[in-house]
């Protein structure tokens, strides 16, 4: 089992940019796959990015290609997301997620969710 801790959050202006931690507990952190979601009030949740675990394999959504970046410290048994160019609409709750994929297709793990305020 893991527990996931975001930070990082905040207000900023948009083009700017903000960078997401989520510390894991535990001495397993390697065997999982992280990922990043968010949450706009009123909409459903966005997949944002995902690092397999040994770091080769990521992936984003459409809507922040270019602009996020996510990467991970096993040594330190965190996983973060860099935020550039943002924008209003990337306005949400966004929270970390992990999964092992020998055991699991899902996110199985999250956070409890950092709140991100883009102004216009």
């Known amino acids: 089992q893991v527990q996931l801790v975001e930070s990082g959050g905040g207000l900023v202006q948009a083009g700017g940019s903000l960078r997401l931690s989520c510390a894991a507990s535990?001495?397993?952190?390697?065997?999982?796959?992280m990922g990043w979601f968010r949450q706009a009030p009123g909409k459903e949740r966005e997949f944002v990015a995902h690092?397999?675990?040994?770091?080769?394999?990521?992936s984003y959504g459409d809507s922040v290609k270019g602009r996020f970046t996510i990467s991970r410290d096993n040594a330190k048994n965190t996983v973060y997301l860099q935020m550039n160019s943002l924008k209003p609409e990337d306005t949400a709750v966004y929270y970390c997620?992990?999964?092992?994929?020998?055991?699991?297709?899902?996110?199985?793990?999250w956070g409890q969710g950092t709140q991100v305020t883009v102004s216009s």
């Open positions: 997620a992990a999964r092992d994929p020998a055991l699991s297709g899902t996110y199985d793990y």
């Open positions: 690092i397999s675990r040994d770091r080769i394999i990521t």
């Open positions: 535990g001495r397993t952190f390697s065997r999982y796959a």
